[in-house]
């Protein structure tokens, strides 16, 4: 099946700093989603993002489905941030899952 | 509800005993996925309805878990004889038919003591 490989899989920044995480899949998909996940556990949309570009706010998210990856980038990064980042994507054919990856844990220090 | 909605938010369990979790999903979707969270891990798919068609089982990590969707809307993780080793947080997510975005509900923390 269709693997999702996330890097860095730990980032700490200090407010102000920019970032940008990555996530990897391993077959062609038309659809790829990112969530953070605050302290408590709820999963918040932030982009679904087939291909191109969208940004709101402070992040902007890019995917090359051609070259099966997608960037998130956060800039200005604020202590809010903090969470984990994951990526997904929906599996086609036969039964539609999303596949995450293992996250990435951003740190933000006041 | 405006978007999905799972009950309890937490529960905690004897060990031996059934727990039932529920989850309402977006109105209009037909889509509807279960994922369990243990402390510091990833998400593991356990189950996903579409529609009417029989639903895809194969992350079920064994025979005590048990889900059920009536009507095509609210659906029900059933664990029986619960174990220590379920305690984890359970999230519902739903989308449209032919529409891949997903939206998950706040989960349901499970602990079994």
């Known amino acids: 099946g269709i693997q999702v490989e996330q890097s860095p899989p730990d980032l700490i920044l200090q407010e102000g700093a920019n970032s940008t995480l990555r996530c990897n899949f391993s077959d062609s998909v038309n659809n790829l989603q990112w969530f953070h996940q605050n302290p408590w556990g709820q999963l918040i949309n932030l982009f679904y993002i087939p291909s191109g570009t969208k940004q709101n706010g402070r992040l902007s998210a890019t995917t090359v489905a051609t070259e099966r990856y997608s960037l998130l980038y956060i800039s200005s990064s604020q202590t809010t941030d903090s969470g984990v980042y994951f990526c997904a994507v929906l599996t086609q054919g036969g039964s539609e899952k999303l596949v995450f990856g293992k996250g990435t844990k951003l740190t933000v220090n006041p | 509800g405006a978007g999905v909605s799972q009950s309890p938010s937490n529960k905690v369990t004897e060990k031996g005993k059934d727990v039932e979790l529920r989850c309402d999903p977006i109105?209009?979707?037909?889509?509807l996925y279960w994922y369990r969270q243990s402390l510091g891990q990833g998400l593991e798919f356990l189950i996903y309805?579409?529609?009417?068609?029989?639903?895809?089982k194969s992350g079920l990590p064994s025979d005590r878990f048990s889900a059920e969707r009536t009507g095509g809307s609210v659906s029900t993780l059933t664990i029986q004889r619960t174990q220590q080793e379920d305690s984890a947080v359970y999230l519902c997510a739903s989308r449209r038919y032919m529409v891949t975005e997903a939206f998950f509900g706040q989960g349901t923390r499970l602990t079994v003591v």
């Open positions: 109105s209009g979707h037909t889509a």
């Open positions: 309805f579409q529609g009417n068609s029989a639903p895809d």
